[in-house]
């Protein structure tokens, strides 16, 4: 980390502070004993974490939230230009990061091994956090979402490695310096910012060429879409074919595409010299992270409940897959959340076509996030496209407590209830749980 820069930092704002990467940094911040204030539009989960710490939160975006004795400001890359609180930040001439900035500045210091890809990011970076930590190899960690074992996003480590999550969105990854770079899959996804897969593979093309000549990428070199990546750059480090590790064990989490995560991880570890016996003791202990085919419980009717972040059709299709091999015998019943207009509408006919092993479907209103209602999609809409792939068992359910109503009257224990999206579905779970 540029220890002089943070040195000198005393009080940091946050706008945007309950995002799942922001509050990491928040809770980092704290740790190094730094004041921390931070405003965001909701209470959330990671909020209350940061009250522990003794962070200050403020609901709501107004100028009278930043203090004139700020020394930096962060901002999550969700927040709107004219944010209140940021324009005041350029009046006053406090130096303002991204969030993905921010994590750049962290990375440029230490030993990084960034994990990226449009999916398996969030489980893969929790593989090698958990193999790293169980090696005693003290490792500074930010993921997007919560570590099973230490139930938290962050963990400030002592140690030259900074294992982060990658985010392609909008380039964010490009603020990295990774010594050692995964790249799960390349597929399409935030094409409300890149348009096509080819503007999504030069992101990452930048990305690799960013790989000094003795680091590593770890990939599928002979994917289509990632061998046409290479091709696009003059690439220096050396190449790791992550699909030709050797997993001697069975993993806890479900799912081909968990092996796949694994080995991946497996190569990660092995480059910084972790025996290979005890990689796998680490990964055969690896139970998941919060929102990863996450196991809520069960309802009073005996059904079980789970909870996936997936929201791109390739996810949900793997999921959905791994739940039915996992309980062929049991009815899947699937309630899904799509997750923003853009993408509902780019890859309509992908998300229809992704249920097959569900065995009913429930789908309820796209979750906006960032993006404002352009009224040209509607969940009904995909309630249709999934009706030409199929005519059965899926119907539209607008309100959470109506669908929590219809659920519990209607499962049993020959069911699996698996909720699923990247917004606020998982409440669906929870409540049925109770």
């Given amino acids: 980390m540029e220890q002089k820069f943070w040195n000198k930092i005393k009080k940091v704002h946050f706008i945007g502070i309950g995002g799942i990467g922001v509050s990491a940094l928040a809770r980092m911040m704290l740790l ?3 004041k921390v204030i931070g405003s965001d539009l909701s209470e959330g989960f990671a909020l209350k974490r940061i009250k522990k710490l003794g962070g200050r939160i403020l609901i709501g975006h107004k100028e009278s939230n930043l203090a004139k004795d700020t020394d930096i400001v962060i901002y999550s890359p969700a927040v709107a230009k004219d944010n209140p609180e940021l324009i005041l930040a350029r009046k006053l001439n406090i130096p303002i990061y991204s969030y993905p900035e921010a994590l750049g500045l962290i990375s440029k210091d230490r030993y990084t091994i960034a994990v990226s890809g449009t999916h398996g990011k969030t489980t893969t970076t929790a593989m090698i956090a958990e193999i790293m930590i169980a090696n005693k190899q003290d490792p500074t960690v930010v993921i997007g979402s919560f570590l099973n074992k230490q139930k938290d996003n962050f963990i400030l480590g002592k140690s030259k490695y900074f294992i982060v999550e990658a985010c392609e969105y909008k380039e964010s990854f490009l603020n990295l310096y990774p010594d050692i770079l995964i790249i799960t899959n390349i597929d399409n996804d935030h094409l409300d910012y890149f348009k096509t897969i080819k503007n999504i593979q030069k992101a990452f093309a930048k990305l690799i060429a960013k790989i000094p000549k003795d680091g590593f990428i770890i990939c599928n070199p002979n994917n289509k879409k990632i061998k046409q990546t290479l091709l696009m750059t003059d690439k220096k480090a050396k190449i790791i074919d992550y699909t030709k590790e050797k997993l001697d064990i069975e993993l806890i989490v479900p799912g081909e595409y968990n092996i796949q995560n694994a080995k991946a991880a497996l190569a990660a570890a092995r480059i910084i010299e972790i025996k290979k016996e005890q990689i796998e003791k680490a990964l055969k202990k690896f139970s998941g992270t919060w929102r990863r085919f996450e196991y809520k419980g069960i309802t009073k009717n005996k059904a079980l409940v789970y909870d996936d972040y997936a929201h791109h059709p390739a996810e949900v299709k793997a999921t959905l897959k791994a739940i039915k091999n996992k309980f062929p015998n049991k009815k899947i019943i699937v309630v899904f959340q799509p997750h923003l207009y853009s993408r509902t509408k780019f890859l309509l006919n992908d998300f229809a076509k992704s249920f097959d092993n569900a065995d009913q479907i429930i789908i309820t209103d796209i979750y906006a996030a960032r993006e404002k209602n352009d009224k040209s999609i509607h969940a009904k809409d995909l309630v249709e496209a999934i009706k030409t792939k199929r ?28 909720t699923m999206g990247a917004g606020d579905v998982y409440e669906i779970g929870e409540e049925m749980v109770k």
């Fill in 391 to 418: 005519s059965d068992s899926i119907q539209y359910i607008s309100d959470f407590k109506d669908i929590v109503r219809y659920l519990k009257k209607s499962v049993n224990k020959d069911n699996v209830i698996i």
């Fill in 32 to 34: 190094l004993n730094k």
